[in-house]
């Protein structure tokens, strides 16, 4: 089965978890495009959808289906995206588009948080074989990036990049072997740096992980 094929099956698989005549969030991404695809078929089911990106935000509201600010909603019972790594902790390395920073506040937001991914983002470790994305401030990148340095950490500007916030993001690499909890906090910490790609602190609730033998939930 192609990669495709998980993430239409994985895709599908969500819409038995998906709240009943509530508001859903939904992430970015490809993973999360074909969810999108798919819930054109139950919006009935929907009250409305809040987007973590401008992309996933455009696809929604060519479907006709309502897209709600997050600042319309009270509740929002369950947030639905993609990863680029999650570990058995359901731990997730997140940020390959560039929209982690709107993604861990939906993820916070929501009551639960179901990740959507196929069998081969499933690490032990995080971070050995991507780049962790960190999110800063266009006047803090020449800061940031000395101080990663410091760090021990190499980081590079992705250039021709803006996030859908405007800013800049530069791509960690070397973060293999860390304390990731250590390096979440430092980050959280650090004046400048809007937000990152590591969700340790706040792990996904449940995993639907793709298969060539099928969805099976991590939980
Ligand atoms: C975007 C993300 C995505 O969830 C992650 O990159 C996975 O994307 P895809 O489903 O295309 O592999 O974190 O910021």
């Given at each position: 089965m192609t990669q495709e094929e998980k993430k239409q099956r994985v895709a599908e698989a969500a819409l038995s978890h998906l709240p009943f005549d509530g508001v859903l969030g939904v992430g970015s991404g490809s993973t999360v495009d074909c969810l999108i695809q798919a819930l054109g078929s139950v919006?009935?089911?929907?009250?409305g959808v809040v987007a973590a990106s401008l992309n996933s935000e455009r696809r929604l509201c060519a479907l006709g289906i309502e897209v709600l600010e997050l600042?319309?909603?009270?509740?929002?019972p369950l947030y639905i995206d993609g990863a680029d790594e999650a570990n058995p902790h359901k731990h997730l390395l997140k940020g390959g588009g560039g929209a982690m920073v709107r993604e861990k506040i939906l993820a916070e937001a929501a009551d639960r948080f179901l990740c959507i991914l196929d069998?081969?983002?499933?690490?032990?470790?995080?971070?050995l074989r991507r780049p962790l994305p960190v999110e800063v401030l266009p006047l803090a990148r020449g800061l940031a990036a000395r101080r990663f340095t410091g760090w021990g950490l190499r980081p590079e500007w992705r250039r021709d990049f803006l996030s859908d916030n405007g800013h800049p993001i530069l791509d960690l690499h070397g973060?293999?072997?860390?304390?990731l909890l250590e390096l979440e906090e430092r980050l959280n910490r650090?004046?400048?740096?809007?937000?990152?790609?590591?969700?340790?602190?706040?792990?996904?609730?449940l995993l639907l992980v793709a298969g060539s033998r099928g969805v099976r939930e991590v939980a």
């Open positions: 919006r009935g089911r929907l009250r600042n319309q909603v009270d509740r929002l069998d081969g983002k499933l690490v032990e470790a995080l971070a973060c293999a072997g860390r304390s650090l004046p400048g740096v809007v937000g990152h790609g590591l969700f340790v602190s706040c792990p996904a609730d």
